[in-house]
């Protein structure tokens, strides 16, 4: 069954540093997706991306984050300057897109540790 | 009012026993429902769609209530493996891109 991927599945930073998070999303899916999830709190939605183009952001997605998707498979996320509060599992999610199927499948996450 | 609102329980049932969750929502326009689980420091993983009509997939059933802007989750015959968190999901009125989690219903199924 196709899965969506991430990878580091645990970075280290320090603060001020830049990260760069990867997603492989399932191979024939449309849209995709950045949550995070605080410690002990809900996901939260970062960002979704459609056509090559952001098509929705939250008040966190700040000037701080961007998002690429570089080649037919990879799509990512950078902070560039982190923070110890950007310290949470990031989830990548990818959707079909294909008739009315909103569905969202999850990768595994990154666990992010800002020191 | 919260955008989606759980019980955070956690709610402590033995194998064997029937299960369900509540899930209110705030905004009327919202159009799609789904329930997720999502085991301790793992990613969330889809369990269902909640279609107007309700549905059923084998053990669970989910049910939309428009008029009291509610959903809910049934389980039946809980099994061990049932213990998770239990996310409510709710896209945030017609912007289907983008949607909004309850914090989530902790279920123990105690052996």
């Known amino acids: 069954e196709p899965e969506v991927t991430q990878t580091p599945s645990h970075q280290v930073t320090q603060m001020g540093q830049e990260v760069i998070l990867r997603c492989v999303p399932i191979s024939n899916h449309l849209y995709f997706y950045w949550y995070r999830q605080i410690l002990g709190q809900k996901v939260e939605f970062l960002v979704s991306?459609?056509?090559?183009?952001?098509?929705?952001k939250s008040e966190i997605f700040d000037d701080q984050f961007s998002v690429e998707r570089p080649d037919g498979s990879n799509f990512t996320l950078k902070i560039r300057s982190t923070k110890l509060e950007d310290s949470a599992m990031y989830f990548c999610a990818s959707r079909g897109g294909q008739g009315n199927n909103y569905e969202q499948y999850f990768g595994p996450g990154t666990r992010l540790t800002v020191t | 009012r919260k955008e989606v609102e759980q019980d955070p329980g956690p709610f402590n049932v033995p194998e064997g026993a029937t299960v369900a969750f509540n899930c209110t929502y705030s905004n009327s326009a919202s159009q799609s429902f789904f329930w997720y689980r999502q085991d301790c420091r793992k990613e969330p993983k889809l369990l269902m769609s909640v279609y107007s009509s309700g549905n059923e997939d084998g053990r669970f059933t989910a049910q939309l209530n428009r008029a009291s802007q509610y959903i809910s989750l049934l389980i039946r015959d809980s099994k061990l493996s049932d213990s998770a968190t239990y996310l409510c999901?709710?896209?945030?009125?017609?912007?289907?891109?983008?949607?909004?989690f309850g914090k989530g219903t902790r279920l123990h199924i105690l052996p």
């Open positions: 999901v709710v896209n945030q009125e017609n912007r289907d891109d983008k949607i909004i």
């Open positions: 991306f459609y056509n090559n183009e952001i098509s929705e």
